[in-house]
C-alpha cells in the first residue's frame, strides 16, 4: 500500500500510538506554524511493534519506502501468535507483518490483523 507522504520533508512529523487495541502512525504537517493532521495508518488488533532506527535499517526494511509492505512469512508472527491474545485474554488469530520504512527516521514494523490508510481531506 502506497502512502502519499514523502518524510525527508522538513514540514512532515511522524507520531505512533498505541490506543484501544489498534496501533497508529501519523502525519502532520506545519503550516505557519499550525499543525494539521494529514493522514494516517491504522493496524487493527496490533499486538506488537518495534523500530529500528534509521542507519541500522536493512535493505529489506529500506523496500517499505514509503509503503506498507506485508512480510510473508515472517518469522516474528511465527514465534509471536501463539502467545498473542487480545485485551480479554482471547487468542489472536489470523496476525501478519507489516513494515514502513521513512527515509531519515527508521522502519516501523508491526504486528497485526490488518491495515488501512485514512487520509484527511480538507
Not at 499550525?34 to 523500530?51: D, K, L
Request: with cysteine; hydrophobic share 40%; net charge negative.
Amino acid at each position: 500500500m502506497e502512502v502519499p507522504i514523502h518524510v525527508a520533508q522538513e514540514s512532515i512529523d511522524l507520531q505512533f500510538t498505541v490506543a484501544i487495541g489498534n496501533i497508529y502512525l501519523y502525519w502532520t504537517t506545519d503550516d505557519d506554524g499550525a499543525r494539521t493532521r494529514e493522514g494516517e495508518i491504522v493496524f487493527r488488533c496490533g499486538t506488537a511493534y518495534r523500530f529500528t532506527d534509521d542507519p541500522c535499517c536493512s535493505v529489506a526494511m529500506i523496500d517499505a519506502y514509503e509503503k506498507v509492505m506485508e512480510v510473508i512469512e515472517s518469522p516474528w508472527v511465527t514465534e509471536f501468535a501463539p502467545q498473542a491474545k487480545d485485551r480479554l485474554g482471547e487468542p489472536i488469530r489470523g496476525l501478519r507483518h507489516f513494515m514502513f520504512y521513512a527515509d531519515g527516521i527508521g522502519c516501523y514494523e508491526v504486528l497485526a490483523k490488518d491495515v488501512r490508510l485514512h487520509l484527511y481531506s480538507d
